[in-house]
């Protein structure tokens, strides 16, 4: 059984900023991938930023210059720093990561969401 949780969400004011966790627990092997995405009432998921179990990082082009995504593998925790929120920035913040339990096999896990709210 893999778990993964979140924290760091909150209310946070337009230019303000937040740190966003992601721990990951269980029956892991390796861990893969790890991300977050993001979801804003009415309209459809999309990715926010990757990091690759090497360090290699993507970002939508929303957010690059603004939010930084880093990993820790020993603690098997993947965070993103936001900063400069803007109002549009408000969504509920999934973790994903791409995990193996076996060797031979990895299935993708997401943790249950944390709120981002930014006021104007």
């Known amino acids: 059984q893999v778990e993964l949780v979140e924290s760091g969400g909150g209310l946070v004011q337009a230019g303000g900023s937040l740190r966003l966790s992601c721990a990951a627990s269980?029956?892991?092997?390796?861990?893969?991938?790890m991300g977050w995405y993001r979801q804003a009432p009415g309209k459809q998921r999309e990715l926010v930023a990757g990091?690759?179990?090497?360090?290699?990082?993507n970002y939508a082009d929303s957010v690059k210059g603004r939010f930084t995504i880093s990993r820790d593998n020993a603690k098997r925790t993947v965070y993103l720093e936001m900063n400069s929120l803007k109002p549009e920035d408000t969504a509920v913040y999934h973790c994903?990561?791409?995990?193996?339990?076996?060797?031979?096999?990895?299935?993708?896990?997401w943790g249950q969401g944390t709120q981002v709210t930014v006021s104007s």
């Open positions: 269980g029956s892991i092997f390796s861990i893969n991938r």
């Open positions: 990091i690759t179990s090497g360090g290699s990082t």
């Open positions: 994903y990561g791409s995990i193996r339990t076996m060797p031979t096999i990895a299935y993708d896990y």
